[in-house]
Every structure is written in structure tokens, then in C-alpha cells.
């Protein structure tokens, strides 16, 4: 397989474009009600230790990724095992997130459309984008970055009128248990981060994986705190917790002299170009794990057949929109917690351990 080398920037872009993207219609951590700032801010530096825990891994093992660290950590066998395990996360991730952006798109604009033409004309251009490869999608993802975070900013400068200062007051006046619901929920987000352990192999720099990581969580940070934050202050947190796509329904209030309007296509787009990414990565991650299993020489060939399977999937998965919700609120914590947490953490001991007995 052709050495496929991301520079610090490109893989900054495609964690910060891939998730930011993903997250801009949603208000983030929601529970914890007016506190949303508070509760992104702690957790924030909540999920640090992990960070650190998936850029050790990578730092230990340069020029390999956490499939290949993996079978060196727990040998063939066991570890082709857990491999099939990340094989049915990215898989069963990709298909929900395309869920997500068919049931979006029907929502607010082609309602007439069956979801699953939706889900197909997406899934044709992710699987292109994987057969490119993730150097293709480094660079594309670094251009498009600029021009979602500029989009970004003006669309919170055109709301600025819109404030109402009293909708994230009193401070810290909600009860405790709110807050740190508030704070796991955002928690579990940022920590899905994990899975571009699966897609990164190759840098520039031994020591580019802790950068590429607070870098990412910084950016993620920054704008999820400037959504959520421009929501709360526009629509109040009764409205966000009726409406599916809140950050939507708040672009709908820029009205510049009659003039200026009908703006939230473009939150529209950051979102489609997020999930544009995330879906490649994941498709990318499902492909790579089929081929270390397998023990083929390429990922590329699989991207095809692996798209298929996801929209089959995808087109089953959920009853509902309110059935997709349901369960990314009430199940996904849990569902995925152990593969974003504790098996790096697991991954990582054994790791130092043989580093050390190694030495």
C-alpha cells in the first residue's frame, strides 16, 4: 500500500472540519440548559487526559495506526478480534451519521425526496473520496476549513442584534446534576476524536500527534462554544430543547433590512461539508480494518462494497428521526464508551509496557 504522509495542518483540518461540521446544527450540550458554556468549557479540559492517552499511543508507535498498534500490542489473533469490534464502530457510525444528514435535508428542505436518495448521492462522493485517498482529502479539507470558519463568523456577526443577554442568566443556577450532564454529553463528543487514530498513520513529525490533537480539541472547543453560546442567546434554551436543528431555526432570525436573508443555507453547508469528511474517514476506517483482517495490501478496492453495506444499513437502522434521537441521547454514551475510552487506555499500558521491556 502506497505511504500516505498528512502534514500537521491537513489533519488538523480534516478532525476540525469533519466534526465541527457534524455538530453545527446541533446545540451541544444541552442538558446542562444556560450553563451550555460552562458545560463545553469543563469538558473541555475533561476529556485532556484522553487526548494525551491517543497521541502517546501514536507517539510510541510512529508510521502506524491504532490497528496496527494493536496486533503488535495483543499479537494476531486477539488482536484481529478487537479489530472486527472497530470494524462494527466505524460501520455502524457512518451509517447513523448518514442517517442523520437524509433525515436533515428531508426535514428542512426536500421533503418530497425519499431519505435514501439523499443518503445515496452522498455516499457516491465519500466513496470517491476515499479511493483518492486521505492525502486528497487532507488538502480539500484545509481549503474548505478557511471558508467555514469565515462563514461561521459572519453568520455570529449578523446575529449579534438577536442577542437577549437574559437568556444565559442567572449563572450556574440550574441544579448540579444538570451541569454535569451537561458536561458528559459534551464529553462524549469531543471524544470521538478517537477514531482518527484508525484513519492517521503516517506524519511528518514524531511528535505531531499531540499537536494535531489539541489542536483539533482546541478548534472543536471554539466552535462549539460559539454555536451553542449564539443558539442559547438568540432562541433560549426552551426553544432549543423543542427543535431538532436549533442552530437552523436560529439562522432563520438574520433578517438585515429585508435584504439580507435566508441565510441558514449556509449552516446548511458547513454541516453537509462536515459530514462529507466524517463519512470518507469512516468509510476509510471500515476499509482499513477489513483490510488488516484480511490481510490485503490496499483499502481503496473495499471502499465500494463497505459504501453499499453502509446505506443498506442506514436505510433500516432508525424507525424515525425521534428513534435516531432517542437513541444517540439515551444509548450512544454507553454503546461506544468502552471503544473511545477504555480500550485506548488499555492499548496504551500495554504499549508502555512493551516499549519498556523492549529497551
Known sequence: MRKEVLSNKQAISIIAISLCGSFSIFTTGVDAKRDIWIAILLASFLVIPMMIVFARIQYLYPNKDLLDIIQICFGKWIGKGIIVILIWYTYFWASDVLF??????????????????LVIFLSILCCWGVKEGIEVLGRWSELFLIVNICMTIIIIFLLIPEFKINNILPILNEKNNFLLKGVLSVADLYLQIAVFMIAFSNFKEKKSSYKVYFTGLGILTLFTLGISLVNILVIGINEITTNYYPTYTTMTRIDIGNVLQRLEVIIGAIFVLGIFVKVSILIL?????????FELTDYRFLATPVVLLIINLSY???DSAIHYFEFNIEIWPYYFFPIQVILPVIVLIVAEIKNKLSL
Open 100 to 117: 442523520n444528514l437524509g433525515t436533515f435535508i428531508e426535514v428542512v428542505s426536500l421533503s418530497e425526496t425519499p431519505r435514501i436518495v
Open 285 to 293: 476506517c471500515t476499509s482499513k480494518g477489513i483490510m488488516k483482517v
Open 316 to 318: 433500516f437502522q432508525y
